[in-house]
């Protein structure tokens, strides 16, 4: 495995927030604007990341997402074969009041539909030559939302809802939490674990808000956050927590449950 160290100076204010939410995978990503490192008081903030050269395992790799940016990020963590199987589950129909509770039940949900397609088509079994009849079949769910001002943000249903959604991340910051689920379709286990990271913006201008909001893409992502679009990311201040998790797929927590899950 091969580290990366990062370094980033934050402004003090912000330092303490990210204070309260370090863990041992947790990678301080700053401030895309020069605003925030030109406050007095700065302290200089290291996180430890984890680079794509990472050890992978030779078994066969299920991602259950149609999410195009979860499987860009699968290859960048050096699983470069693996098949897209969708769970094309009513997620509207799975409810809990706790976000991470939320986002586990769906990560389950999708992980069990999933199953139920893979049992109805015994064709799904067949090795090629290549294949060793003892190589390991893991199938990865996942599952994310937004929290803000204590409100569950799922994908927005209108453009209203989008536009509010937006409009609000330059009042409080947005926090993601997101579940993996990684289950071997050999041994049977299964573990999962939950992410999260917060974001801090400055305000939004609306010309902005109206520009993701007819693109579109908004419409596609858990509480119409999209960090990385070029419109948004000159206007994060901060984020606590890692890129790859904000964007649905936490590389070092999915790293970790397939170990186990080849482990166990």
């Known amino acids: 495995m091969k580290d990366y160290f990062h370094s980033t100076e934050l402004p003090f204010s912000i330092c303490r927030i990210a204070g309260k939410h370090l863990h041992e995978n947790l990678v301080i990503v700053v401030a895309l604007s020069t605003a925030a490192s030109q406050g007095s008081g700065r302290l200089v903030v290291s996180g430890l990341g984890l680079g794509s ?14 999410s ?36 586990t039940l769906l990560a389950s949900a999708k992980a069990e539909a999933i ?15 290549s294949d060793s009849d003892e190589r390991p079949i893991l199938l990865i769910t996942a599952d994310q939302v937004v929290v803000h001002e204590g409100v569950i943000l799922e994908k927005p249903k209108s453009a209203d809802e989008a536009r509010r959604f937006i409009r609000g991340y330059g009042r409080a910051p ?26 801090y913006f400055h305000a939004i201008p609306e010309e902005v808000i109206e520009a993701l909001v ?22 994060v201040e901060a984020m606590v927590g890692s890129l790859d998790s904000v964007m649905g797929l936490p590389k070092a927590l999915t790293h970790s449950l397939i170990a186990k899950a080849l482990a166990q």
């Not at 050269?53 to 149609?66: C, H, K, P």
């Not at 997101?178 to 939950?194: E, M, S």
């Not at 007819?214 to 206007?235: C, I």
């Open 53 to 66: 050269a990472m050890e992978v395992t030779s078994g066969r790799i299920i991602l259950g997402s149609a």
């Open 68 to 103: 195009q940016t979860r499987q860009s990020i699968l290859k960048e963590m050096g699983y470069k074969d693996f098949e897209v199987i969708t769970a094309d589950i009513d997620e509207s129909a799975i409810r809990a009041e706790a976000a991470e509770d939320l986002v």
């Open 115 to 129: 199953l139920a397609k893979i049992t109805n088509n015994p064709a799904f079994n067949k090795r090629s030559d």
């Open 174 to 199: 947005a926090s993601t939490v997101g579940a993996v689920l990684v289950t071997n379709l050999t041994t049977g286990v299964r573990v999962g674990g939950v992410d999260k990271t917060e974001v």
């Open 214 to 235: 007819e693109e579109g893409s908004v419409f596609w992502a858990a509480g119409g956050l999209l960090v990385e679009h070029p419109l948004v990311s000159p206007l």
